[in-house]
Antibody, heavy 119, light 107 residues
Framework: QVQLVQSGAEVKKPGASVQVSCKAS????????ISWVRQAPGQGLEWMGW????????NYAQKFLGRILVTKDRSSDTIHMELRGLKSDDTAVYFC????????????WGTGTTVSVSS | DIQMTQSPSSLTASVGDKVTIICRAS??????LSWFQQKSGMAPKLLVY???TLRNEVPSRFSGGGSGTSFTLTITSLQPEDFATYFC?????????FGQGTKLEIK
């Protein structure tokens, strides 16, 4: 079955970087994109960006430009999301989700990765 | 950025009731609207995409509608497992934005 398995929880200090991984299985990896969405404690959902798993093209939310880097590893069907210059308000659960082209909707979501930023 | 405004922000209903959640976009999003259900501590689950297309495994008591800037999610005959938070989401223009959520609670 289609699955997105994410890497484990991270605890970081302000100013550090974090990398979250998302391993896909059960489908043709390069036929879909991957979006990243985060959710701060008790808050709503925030879209961060997407990557085309075929050619690596990316589309980031302007809010994260200069701090985010999303890359693909086709050899392992894994997408990596790096967020730099962490601040306390980056504390959130980070989700990857499979992106279906055309209507650009997210049909399968990852397990979620908790990132805590604290001094 | 396209603003997505959901109403109500919370809703109390009983098993068997019919409820409707409204989502309004600040501009025309050409039907690029999805609805998600999220339970506490879990990832969101896709219910509806392209405004009105029900995902295969989603029960038929869920339905989506609307066009342009105004959209609805309707749940007929609420079941105990439907009590959760619901979000709308536009994928017309980046940054793709979400509504603030509607928390559906049992009466």
């Amino acid at each position: 079955q289609v699955q997105l398995v994410q890497s484990g929880a991270e605890v970081k200090k302000p100013g550090a970087s974090v990398q979250v991984s998302c391993k896909a299985s059960g489908y043709a990896f390069t036929n879909y994109g991957i979006s990243w969405v985060r959710q701060a404690p008790g808050q709503g959902l925030e879209w961060m960006g997407w990557i085309d798993s075929y050619n690596g093209n990316v589309n980031y939310a302007q809010k994260f430009l200069g701090r985010i880097l999303v890359t693909k590893d086709r050899s392992s069907d894994t997408i990596h999301m790096e967020l730099r210059g962490l601040k306390s308000d980056d504390t959130a659960v980070y989700f990857c989700a499979r992106l279906v082209w055309g209507y650009y909707y997210m049909d399968v979501w990852g397990t979620g990765t908790t990132v805590s930023v604290s001094s | 950025d396209i603003q997505m405004t959901q109403s109500p922000s919370s809703l109390t209903a009983s098993v068997g009731d019919k409820v409707t959640i409204i989502c309004r976009a600040s501009q025309n999003i050409d039907g690029r609207l999805s609805w998600f259900q999220q339970k506490s501590g879990m990832a969101p689950k896709l219910l509806v995409y392209a405004a009105s297309t029900l995902r295969n495994e989603v029960p038929s008591r869920f339905s989506g509608g609307g066009s342009g800037t105004s959209f609805t999610l309707t749940i007929t005959s609420l079941q105990p497992e439907d009590f959760a938070t619901y979000f709308c989401h536009q994928s017309h223009s980046a940054p793709y934005t979400f509504g603030q959520g509607t928390k559906l609670e049992i009466k």
